[in-house]
């Protein structure tokens, strides 16, 4: 998906491509030890091309990486150096410096399972949150909570129908238990609302964030997951 650069607005932290992150995990948030990530959503938008990839991490769900391959990276060995690599692919200019979450649960989850990414590239993991806030905060007159789904509800952001993601991992992995080659018309379409809920967590985050940074041309967002689909 190709875009001109935005005019108007300044770039966010010292960049003009950034990366939005976003996990799907199994376990309680509040109980720590309980974390176990499912898939890893990643989108990466330079001044040219906005591109989304999802980094499959259970072993149970590898058969998503079969089903939607221009859109996934099998990557059961929590590999920094691969995320490196596929990010450097479409960021070639080294342009991205931060992978913005939406909370520090993603930042600490980051640097759980798979290191510190600032130990072996230019590249670090930001809360995006705090900075959010007290934008959204001035501008907007924004109180608690501060939820993501909140803030696409203030900018009008279309979302597709609530799914939850754990539910359909749970299920894709029972599925997929009994048989990994499993392609019915069912796995298919909970792997694919999988990937749309995740993909619009990670596009959501970015427009928000570009709104608020005072972008005013936005590229679209990828047709492929239009949340009426």
């Known amino acids: ?72 990276v099998y990557n059961p060995e929590f590999s920094l150096n691969l995320i490196i690599k596929h990010i450097q692919q479409i960021d070639q200019n080294n342009e991205c410096k931060f992978l913005f979450s939406w909370s520090n649960n993603d930042v600490e989850w980051m640097n759980r399972f798979f290191g510190n990414i600032s130990d072996i590239s230019e590249l670090r993991t930001m809360n995006a949150l705090p900075s959010s806030r007290a934008k959204a905060r001035a501008q907007w007159k924004m109180r608690q909570p501060h939820s993501l789904a909140r803030y696409l509800e203030k900018i009008n952001y279309k979302c597709p129908k609530q799914v939850y993601p754990t539910e359909l991992m749970n299920d894709l992995k029972l599925i997929w238990r009994n048989d990994p080659t499993n392609k019915t018309d069912l796995a298919k379409k909970k792997a694919y609302e999988l990937l749309r809920y995740n993909y619009h967590d990670c596009f959501g985050l970015r427009t928000v964030m570009r709104i608020l940074e005072g972008h005013t041309e936005l590229p679209p967002s990828d047709e492929f997951f239009h949340p009426d689909k």
Do not use: H, N, R
Request: aromatic share 16%; net charge negative.
């Open 1 to 72: 998906m190709c875009f001109k650069p935005t005019s108007g607005g300044y770039p966010m932290w010292g960049s003009k491509s950034w990366i939005f992150i976003d996990f799907e995990v199994f376990g309680i948030a509040a109980v720590p030890d309980s974390i176990k990530p499912g898939i890893l959503g990643m989108l990466v938008e330079t001044q040219e091309i906005s591109t989304y990839l999802c980094f499959i991490l259970d072993e149970e769900l590898k058969p998503i990486s079969d089903m939607f391959p221009e859109y996934t």
